[in-house]
């Protein structure tokens, strides 16, 4: 049987927390940002958790996370 591989793109992107739920960084905030408020930003650069629907995607494309 062949290595299970993981998917590359997506191990760059998310990142597992020690309870098993899955971090990633925000969206928004790589141009345009003179228009977008400091607030804004600055709340952007938290990390939040992905959404329960695509837990099991990850996890399929993480096995070794």
Not at 40 to 49: E, I, P, T, V
Request: aromatic share 4%; charged share 30%; no cysteine.
């Amino acid at each position: 049987m062949p290595k299970m591989k993981t998917n590359r793109g997506a191990a760059k992107r998310f990142r597992k927390t020690g309870s098993g739920a899955f971090k990633r960084t925000q969206s928004h905030r790589r141009h345009i940002l003179t228009k977008k408020s400091t607030k804004r930003k600055r709340q952007l650069r938290k990390a939040s958790h992905i959404h329960a629907s695509d837990v099991a995607a990850v996890r399929q494309m993480l096995p070794n996370a």
